[in-house]
Structures are given as structure tokens and as C-alpha cells.
């Protein structure tokens, strides 16, 4: 039998700087009713795996966009750019409990408890709100931040800027406009070797956590804010120096319950069919920390909220915190997509991906200028430009080896003798159908999780070219990818490469063997 919905017992409401702030009310019990009931009434807890299980059940991954494969630095431990959520061996889940109306002062008595997980709204110097968690055994919980703290299960830092091309570059990060959160960690290219310059992070330490449900159909459901290594949520003045201040937006519900939002907010796109068969981007939300979605602030970190979509009383067909296949979460600073299992197994693995390498290269592809062969390399040396590596002129489409000439002759270009010209000058003609545009190495895209399909490798994104399927680049060329506190722009998920052109992308025109 499924649980019965939270009983609410009132509690009375507490003005701003009233007296009763300093004399807390009666606390709010939100346990479910049928908690009292006999035993067996509630769905049983999920203490770990169901007995017979061959192999751990796995909820879903997320990957981050902009990232080919691995980060830059590579994958190490919980800082990668792809991780799989699978089955815990015991439930961590946990759901509200009780909420208390406390003096600020003594909100810091308040969570003195540290084996106990709370929210704490402080909504004046006087007053605050305080929603006890309890341990929920029907679901796990997976935390999202910039935090390397061991309660943080997905390292994320930000994705390096860039809206230009660059064959393996990162691509753009948040922008100017959202409200810097901290120093360090979320140094631009992972922050580590290099002697890189750090900058500061607009993604939150504790960013947001996703709470899956341990029984079938496993539904995995995202909210914004994870819990800090007190297990504490801070929506106001903050005594530690988390990082939620009291710009976030704050409120009291309708229903006498809390809610907020975090300060540069996390964002949420659904797509609007399914992801792998009718790719099509749905629209941008903002989820709240208890899960409820809204429409987008008038800026990023703005303090007033938009418009409730969904929760309490209001209810949007197809608007909710619940993540399906391509889901998309942007977390002011990197964006990651979800994939189901069921999404997964139609995209190609990475032996999948090698041998579609290794069929591009057994075509003998030529230049058609040069007539030498060309070949993609190891998808381990994708970031290495190699000497037969191919060659793209992104306005047209023809596939050429690498050449040091045919730089337009545009004012500004310092051409010197032999048509030749520094390679950052840009443009340049394509001999074979005289159209001016970037010439750019062809790098196969590594990430199957991004693809669409499994099918051959036959167009580019432009102008940075990654190559992959027809359907791949055709689905992402539509997608509107957040960028600074109000600006959405499409880019390659493989490096985030703002797209160009009327389309975003390019059929590849390769010249065969002439034997």
C-alpha cells in the first residue's frame, strides 16, 4: 500500500520582527499520517539490494557538456565529466519532518544536531524557519556541487569560456552577470597544472541534490541545493561562510510550508518529445529547493522569483522536477545532461565509436587538392592534431588535408609572400568551391552519451568541428544552452563551442581514392 500524503497540523504564522519570533509557536509535524498505523501499512523500507539481483540497478548518468570524453586534466575519482548513479547498497534518502519557527540568534543551537538534516530560511535578523529532514527509506540521494567534501558525489566545476571556435577547446562558462560564489576551486580549465589563473566560481559548492526512488520504475527527481557537511541547507545570512546569502530568494507558502531558490539558481529543460527519436528542446525552468518549478527570473540572480508553474495547488501538464531521458541541468557554470538506461542503449559505446573510426579510415578519404590519405586518430589522441588528420572548410563542407595557404586576402590579414598568413588571422578560401570561411581539424566526437544514434559519422558542428551523426547535430543545433544571466545560445555538447552558420552544422563532403 502506498503511503498516505503529510498530515499538517497549523502552526501560527510569525510576522517579520513580531514578539513570537523570540517565543517560537508550536512546531509544524509534516510526518505522514500513516506513519501511527500498523505495521505494514507503508511501502517497506529498502535496506539494500533486492534479493536476486545480478548487477547493481543504475538509475541514470549525467554528463557534462563540453567535455569530450574525460575533463581536461582527466577523470579522477568524483571530479569527471561523467557519472553513473546507481543503486545504494542502503537508502540515504530523506524527506521533511517537522519545521520550527526560531529566534535567528539561536539558529545555530537549533542545528546543533548534526546527525539530523535541515533547511534553515532566515527570513529577518529576528527570525528564521527551521524544516527538519528525516530518513526516507524509499529513496537515494546523490549530491551535485563544487565542493570536493566527501557528501558532494559529483564534482562539477566550471566549463571554461569560449564562444569562438577551437577544434578540442572547453567551452563557455556562465559569463558576467551571475553573482560569484567563491574562490578557488572553481578555477577555469579544473583549476589544476597548467598555472592557470583562478577565477572565481559561479557554480555553487552545494549546488543541488537528486533524490531517486529505490523501487521501480526508479524515478529520479532533481531539487535545487544540496546539504553541506553538517547536513545543513543555509537560505539566508549564513554563519560558516556557505554560500547562500541573503539575496536567494526566500518565501512562506500558501500552504504555511517554506521554499526558496538559490542564488544563481539551478535550471531545468525537459525535452519536449523524446530525446532520442523526436529531439526537440522544451523550455527553461528554475527548480526551487523543495523541488517545486518556476518560471526564469528576470536575470539570473535576481531576487525576485518568477511565476509558480508547478506546486502547492498549481499544476502544468508536463512541468515538474521529475528528469527524463535528456534532461538538461544548469547549474550557472556547466550544464549536464541526464540519460536513462533505457536512453543509453541506443547510443554508440565507445567500442562502438572506434569502429566507426576505424570504417571512416578503411574508406581511404583524400585530399583533394594534395591527393595523400587522410585518417581520423585514436580516439585516445583526440585532443592531438595529427599530420593526416582531416581538415574541414565549415562553410561548404569539402574535406581537405592540413595546408598553410589560401588565407583571403581581406584588409587587416597580414598576408605574406605565398598567400600565407598566421593561423589566427582566420578565413580562408576552400580551393575546391571558392566559398571563404574557418578551416578547422575534423575531431570525432568521443562522448557516445551525447549522441542521438548510433549512426555513421557524417556531418560537423560548425565551427568548431566535431564530428558525429546526422541526428546528433541536427538535435543540439536546436537546443538554447543558458549563458551569462539571461542570454541562451546553441553550442557542440562536445566543447561548447558557440554554433555558427545558418544551421549549426555541416554535411561532410570527402574526396574517395582516386584508384
Not at 543503486?87 to 548534526?114: E, Q
Not at 565507445?350 to 579510415?361: A, F, H, I, V, Y
Request: aromatic residues 6%; charged residues 20%; hydrophobic residues 30%.
Amino acid at each position: 500500500m502506498k503511503c498516505c500524503e503529510p498530515t499538517l497540523w497549523p502552526v501560527g504564522m510569525v510576522l517579520e520582527g513580531s514578539s513570537e519570533a523570540l517565543c517560537p509557536p508550536p512546531s509544524l509535524e509534516l510526518r505522514p499520517s500513516c506513519n501511527k498505523s500498523p505495521p505494514g501499512s507503508c511501502s517497506t523500507p529498502h535496506d539494500g539490494l533486492f534479493t536476486g539481483d545480478k548487477e547493481p540497478i543504475k538509475y541514470g548518468e549525467l554528463m557534462v557538456l563540453g567535455h569530450n570524453g574525460s575533463l581536461a586534466n582527466g577523470d579522477k575519482g568524483r571530479r569527471r565529466s561523467r557519472l553513473a548513479l546507481y543503486k545504494r547498497p542502503k537508502a540515504n534518502g530523506v524527506k521533511p519532518d517537522v519545521i520550527h519557527n526560531v529566534s535567528t540568534p539561536l539558529v545555530s543551537k537549533a542545528l546543533s544536531n548534526k546527525s539530523q538534516h535541515s533547511i534553515s530560511y532566515t527570513l529577518s535578523r529576528s527570525h528564521s524557519v527551521i524544516v527538519e529532514y528525516t530518513h526516507d527509506s524509499n529513496t537515494d540521494m546523490f549530491q551535485i556541487g563544487r565542493s570536493t567534501e566527501n557528501m558532494i558525489d559529483f564534482v562539477v566545476t566550471d566549463t571554461a569560456g569560449s564562444s569562438t571556435s577551437g577544434g578540442g577547446g572547453q567551452g563557455q562558462g556562465a559569463g558576467p552577470g551571475c553573482l560569484a560564489r567563491g574562490q578557488g576551486q572553481g578555477a577555469v580549465g579544473e583549476g589544476g597544472g597548467g598555472g592557470g589563473q583562478s577565477v572565481q566560481s559561479t557554480i555553487s559548492r552545494y549546488a543541488c541534490r537528486i533524490m531517486c526512488e529505490r523501487s521501480a520504475p526508479y524515478t529520479a527527481r532533481i531539487y535545487a541545493a544540496g546539504f553541506d557537511s553538517s547536513k545543513n541547507i543555509f537560505l539566508g545570512v549564513s554563519h560558516r561562510g556557505d554560500d547562500y546569502s541573503e539575496r536567494a530568494a526566500k518565501w512562506r507558502t500558501s500552504d504555511g510550508l517554506m521554499d526558496g531558490l538559490t542564488t544563481n539558481g539551478v535550471l531545468v529543460m525537459h525535452p519536449a518529445g523524446e530525446f532520442v527519436s523526436e529531439p526537440a528542446p522544451g523550455v527553461w525552468r528554475e527548480i526551487s529547493v523543495c523541488g517545486n518549478v518556476f518560471a526564469l527570473r528576470e536575470t539570473r540572480s535576481a531576487q525576485q522569483r518568477g511565476t509558480l508553474v508547478r506546486g502547492g495547488s498549481s499544476v502544468v501538464e508536463n512541468e515538474s522536477n521529475t528528469l527524463q531521458d535528456g534532461s538538461l541541468i544548469d547549474l550557472c557554470g556547466a550544464t549536464l545532461l541526464w540519460r536513462t538506461p533505457s536512453g543509453l542503449r541506443r547510443t554508440p559505446t565507445l567500442k562502438q565509436l572506434e569502429t566507426l573510426r576505424q570504417e571512416l579510415n578503411a574508406a581511404r578519404p583524400q585530399c583533394p587538392v594534395g591527393f595523400n590519405t587522410l585518417a581520423f586518430p585514436s580516439l585516445a589522441r583526440r585532443e592531438i592534431v595529427d599530420k593526416k588528420q582531416p581538415w574541414v572548410y565549415v562553410n561548404c563542407g569539402h574535406v581537405h588535408g592540413y595546408h598553410n595557404w589560401g588565407y583571403r586576402k581581406d584588409k587587416g590579414h597580414n598576408v605574406g609572400p605565398g598567400g600565407t598568413a598566421p593561423a589566427s588571422t582566420g578565413e580562408r578560401e576552400c580551393p575546391m568551391c571558392r566559398r571563404v570561411g574557418p578551416y578547422v581539424p575534423l575531431w570525432l566526437g568521443c562522448e557516445g552519451g551525447l549522441y542521438l544514434d548510433a549512426g555513421p559519422p557524417t556531418h560537423a558542428f560548425c565551427p568548431c568541428g566535431h564530428v558525429c551523426s546526422e541526428k546528433t547535430v541536427a538535435g543540439w543545433s536546436q537546443i538554447p544552452l543558458p549563458h551569462g544571466t539571461h542570454a541562451f545560445h546553441a553550442a557542440c555538447p562536445f566543447c561548447g563551442t558557440w554554433l555558427t552558420g545558418e544551421h549549426g552544422h555541416i554535411k561532410l563532403i570527402f574526396q574517395g581514392p582516386v584508384d
